[in-house]
């Protein structure tokens, strides 16, 4: 059973601030997404990576992809209030019905 | 569109009563999943389909829980008799098979005195 571990649990700073949350899998991601969910809300989705050292900017966020497709991490830049949520990576692999496995989380708070 | 769409939004009820929430995919959508969530445990998958038909309920805690999909535009999960550790948000996602981005509902706040 794939195992995926997401660090660190909590994370509270300061608007400004830049921050980096990572995800780690026991075996090979098939693919790795990111969704942030916000308080009251279900989680959405952010990116999707699929190929290894694969490198992904959406406004302030940057994806990275690890080259052995174990790991990812996302970098926040400047962050903002607006960022406050749970943020969860998910492998898409081993069925073909559009299942999930989704890691704990990273709950990240930011003061204005 | 308006999204996956579930309701009731919040329930209280005391243990032992029967509880129902309900879920209306995306149009077009062919896989639906019910998931738990809780600060404990995270984003847990009870059960999906793949065109109104069960593929995967191993992720159902126990006999009190139940899941149908009678047709493509909607889907109950029941709990009876529910129990006070059932309490957690019940989220409901679509998805097109082929694509694996799964849009959530809002999600169903139960609470089981």
């Known amino acids: 059973t794939q195992l995926l571990e997401q660090s660190p649990q909590f994370l509270s700073i300061q608007e400004g601030e830049n921050l980096t949350v990572y995800c780690n899998s026991s075996?090979?991601?098939?693919?790795l997404q990111w969704y942030r969910q916000e308080p009251g809300e279900g989680p959405v989705l952010l990116v999707t990576?699929?190929?290894?050292?694969e490198v992904k900017k959406l406004k302030r966020l940057t994806f990275q992809f690890g080259d052995a497709r174990k790991d990812s991490s996302l970098h926040i830049t400047a962050a903002q209030t607006g960022d406050t949520g749970l943020y969860l990576c998910a492998d898409a692999g081993g069925t073909s019905y559009g299942k999930l496995t989704f890691g704990q989380g990273t709950i990240l708070t930011v003061h204005p | 569109d308006a999204g996956v769409i579930q309701s009731p939004r919040h329930e209280v009820t005391e243990m032992g009563q029967e509880v129902t929430l309900r879920c209306k995919p995306i149009?077009?959508?062919?896989?639906l999943f019910w998931y738990r969530q809780t600060m404990m445990r995270g984003l847990e998958l009870l059960i999906y389909?793949?065109?109104?038909?069960?593929?995967?309920d191993s992720g159902m805690p126990e006999d009190r829980f139940s899941a149908k999909m009678p047709n493509a535009s909607f889907s109950t999960l029941k709990i009876q008799p529910s129990e006070p550790r059932d309490s957690a948000v019940y989220f409901c996602?679509?998805?097109?098979?082929?694509?694996?981005?799964?849009?959530f509902g809002p999600g169903t706040r139960l609470t089981v005195t």
């Open positions: 996602a679509s998805t097109l098979k082929s694509s694996y981005e799964q849009y």
């Open positions: 990576v699929v190929t290894g050292g």
């Open positions: 075996s090979v991601f098939s693919s």
């Open positions: 149009s077009g959508h062919n896989s």
């Open positions: 389909f793949n065109n109104n038909v069960p593929i995967d």
